[in-house]
């Protein structure tokens, strides 16, 4: 209580009492009423600040093809994946072909080679895996992706070729699933 309130300092050397400035007091009061924690209210007019949410972590993985499937697997990146019909997507990267895929009420599976009749083609340079690989959360991924897919630079691209009708493609999913909609979607 008594930092409300001026306090009077002595002086040792010459014995006389000084008044402690108010604008020491108060900047005191200021400290101390950031650290308590006030309870929140609740202001139906005020505007409600949402937090910021970067995402949750996406564990290493040392090959593309095991982000892909763990994001494909996850119930967030991947949600709503299980209501899809089926799809296919080819990928070309470190030097190697792959496929994703998921048949009518199947389970997602990837297998290596080529795909004769695939949804949508996607290349990606060897230095966008490494970076794609490297990314911590499903939005620092996104980024990466769209950031090499709208600006290609010498070395560092991501090709997507749809080989089927948008439409088709929206019918069975790709518009709705998070990581199907990043991987095809940016090209429409």
Request: net charge negative; no cysteine.
């Amino acid at each position: 209580m008594s930092r409300f309130f001026r306090r009077k300092k002595t002086d040792k050397k010459d014995g006389t009492s000084e008044a402690e400035p108010v604008e020491t007091a108060e900047a005191e009061i200021v400290e101390d009423e950031a650290t308590v924690d006030a309870p929140d209210v609740v202001d139906g007019s005020a505007a409600e600040v949402v937090p910021e949410v970067r995402g949750e972590t996406i564990p290493y993985h040392s090959e593309i093809q095991e982000r892909l499937m763990f994001m494909f697997n996850d119930s967030s990146i991947g949600a709503g994946i299980e209501g899809t019909d089926e799809f296919y997507i080819e990928f070309m990267a470190m030097g190697e072909r792959f496929w994703i895929g998921k048949a009518p009420l199947g389970d997602i599976e990837i297998k290596t080679g080529a795909m004769a009749d695939q949804d949508a083609h996607v290349r990606i340079a060897n230095d966008v895996v490494s970076d794609l690989l490297s990314a911590a959360n499903f939005s620092e991924f996104s980024k990466i992706y769209l950031q090499y897919y709208k600006s290609a630079e010498a070395g560092k691209f991501v090709k997507i070729e749809v080989r089927k009708p948008i439409t088709d493609l929206n019918r069975r999913g790709y518009a709705r699933v998070p990581i199907m909609k990043l991987l095809i979607g940016s090209a429409r």
